[in-house]
């Protein structure tokens, strides 16, 4: 993915190198962020580059207007969520993917040691789908960015104390949806 | 703290803690208490197992590389798309095709100059000026032609004049609609009056002895009443009215 970026230099001729280097770098600094942000709201490879794709073509086409380059990655984020939930809300998209989850916990279930797995990741999908939404953005930014409080932040726009109490609900219900869970098989 | 009786309370905080809400001081409080208390530090454990295990399963959920196409085909998707653009790049342009054809552009800035210009000056706009003293005149006056003449015939002076000008027109306080100061066919009286006021010293001493002067009680004329005549011919019943009973 690192590579995603240098591909572009040769890509298109440019009538303003300088900006479209500048966005070269800027996509650099994040390669797989919008991606990543996408597949926490769809859970499905395929879908989730489908809109990482759309969002960093958008990207592209509205960098000019971008004011503060600083913002890119927030930018980027926000639009990739977007985007995510849009295809979700449009194609209702979340019971199909709920049905292909539980297909896969029974193809999974024949498996003995791949069951506890596919069950917790199953369980933790449905939590998470069932927080508000400004609870499940921070959750999962979170989740990308290893749980630095300022960096979901500076990518939310919120004030840190915002995101950290945001934070802390969201854990708290998910633990208390999972609680079950890790205590039938605390050795998962 | 008393883990004992307050339990449920207890466990929440060591929830919180374990999830890390907690302010600093109740964040250290806690921990003293945990390591004293083993009932506390298992509730302890378990919370923060469970915030781990929560943890681990959001960031698997978002774990991932795109597939190595989504790299081809990001960048075939670039490749067409025009470059991006600065805005002073596009003002250019527009001014580089107005240049090529500059009969149709400039036909185009007229209409808008003209189009502006129509919506400029078709706006409600309200109107002041300032009135001369015949305007004035005019405005309290029902007949100005006569009023004018007058104010030209009498004999005030011209400082006096100038007074009244200055006090009869401050542009700020003259209003569009006519104000009526003067009683109809009062104006000659008015006039007078306030020639004779500047034109000689009034007497002081007159005013007030005049006002002093006793006035005359009110004569009280005592009322007469003549008594009626007795009617000759006597009322029928049917004349009387409608009868209550």
Known sequence: ?188 | MDCQKKSEQMTARINDFALGELSPKRELESLAHVAECEACREAYDHAKAVGSEVDLGVEALVAGEPSAQFMTRLRARIAAEPAPKRWSWDAWRIWEQASRQPLSYAVGAVVLAALLIAVITGLPRRRVSTPTVTEAVQTTSPSPNAATAFLKATTIPDHSRKEVVSRAVPSSRIRREPEVLVPKGELLAVVQFYEAVHSRPVDSEQLYAAQQEPQKPLELKPIEITPLEPLETPVADSDKGPSLF
Request: hydrophobic share 45%; proline share 3%; aromatic share 6%.
């Open chain 1, 1 to 188: 993915m690192d590579a995603l970026a240098a591909s572009f230099s040769g890509s298109a001729v440019s009538q303003d190198a300088s900006l479209e280097r500048e966005f070269e770098r800027r996509l650099a600094d994040c390669p797989t962020l919008a991606y990543r942000v996408a597949l926490g709201v769809l859970r499905n490879p395929a879908e989730a580059e489908d809109v990482a794709q759309e969002a960093m073509l958008r990207a592209y086409r509205n960098f000019h207007r971008l004011r503060d380059r600083e913002r890119f990655r927030a930018w980027l984020v926000r639009t990739a969520w977007r985007l995510a939930l849009d295809r979700i809300r449009a194609a209702g998209r979340r019971e199909r993917r709920e049905h292909a989850a539980f297909l896969d916990s029974q193809r999974a279930a024949e498996i003995e040691n791949v069951t506890a797995a596919r069950e917790f990741e199953r369980q933790v999908a449905r939590a998470l789908d069932a927080l508000p939404e400004k609870l499940r953005l921070v959750m999962t930014l979170a989740a990308i960015e290893g749980y630095n409080t300022s960096e979901v932040a500076k990518l939310t726009g919120l004030p840190d104390g915002t995101v950290k109490s945001r934070l802390f609900l969201a854990r708290k219900k998910l633990a208390e949806s999972l609680e079950w869970i890790v205590k039938r098989n605390p050795s998962r």
